[in-house]
């Protein structure tokens, strides 16, 4: 799991830091230490600690700016608003937001005569296949046989939540499914969508000597990746 949001609830921990956090993000606006400092009640010294932390935790960002129209003689304060980072923790990881992505384009780009899950299917390869060959490209592992291409494939795949596990040198287990709970209520669609989006993958890496296949446990991801036999 990334560290990034991690250090971002950590940060939030803190009630003063959450305060002026929400404070921020309300004004819409650029907002200076004093005025950071006189919403949670404290001194301006402490106020820029706590508004420096939470910037470090990338969930503001500061310049230094005159605020309104007036212009002050003296130095140009430092203001912050928000990063517009979002902040997700889910354990094991969940990855929603491609499942929309893959549902939303299968919606926008249905073809004439496909069934909306025929489109679904063709969308989350394509998906796939675009991250498959973004890897290839920024690494360029070169002719892949079947070990080294489930090694560079677990990589891929932990990125997007799938948690990979090497059963034996030609087997991954994926230990995670990131598109649960919804796999539960669907599986068969959801299970659908998995094989085809990390068929895809292998497409773009040109791994051709392994195969995503559909093999259900309890409490696993649906797909595992294979040698082709």
């Known amino acids: 799991m990334s560290e990034g949001p991690i250090r971002a609830l950590a940060a939030l921990d803190d009630e003063l830091r959450r305060s002026m956090y929400a404070f921020i993000r309300q004004a819409r606006r650029p907002v200076t230490r004093d005025e950071a400092a006189a919403s949670a009640g404290i001194s301006r010294k402490l106020a820029a600690f706590h508004l ?37 923790v889910s354990i094991p990881p969940r990855h929603h937001d491609l499942l929309a992505d893959i549902l939303l384009g299968a919606v926008l780009d249905e073809g004439e005569h496909e069934t909306a ?10 998906r796939g296949r675009a991250v498959g060959t973004a890897e ?9 046989g079947a070990e080294r291409a489930l090694t560079v494939a677990a990589e891929v795949v932990e990125r997007h939540g799938f948690e990979p596990s090497r059963e034996s040198p030609v087997c991954v287990r994926l230990r995670n499914c ?12 959801v299970c659908g969508i998995n094989q085809s989006f990390l068929g895809g ?9 392994v195969e995503a296949a559909l093999e259900p446990r309890a409490g696993e991801c649906c797909v595992e990746l294979r040698a082709r036999s």
């Open 117 to 126: 899950r025929d489109a679904a299917l063709r969308v989350a390869r394509e």
């Open 201 to 209: 993958l292998l497409d773009g890496l040109d791994a051709t000597s």
């Open 178 to 189: 990131p598109f649960h709970p919804l796999a539960a209520r669907e599986p068969a669609v």
């Open 52 to 88: 420096d932390k939470l910037v470090a935790a990338g969930l503001l960002r500061a310049r230094y700016e005159f605020v309104g129209e007036r212009r002050g003689a003296g130095r140009t304060p430092k203001v912050y608003e928000p990063s517009g980072a979002e902040v997700r």
């Open 136 to 144: 290839r490209e920024r690494t360029r592992p070169g002719r892949l």
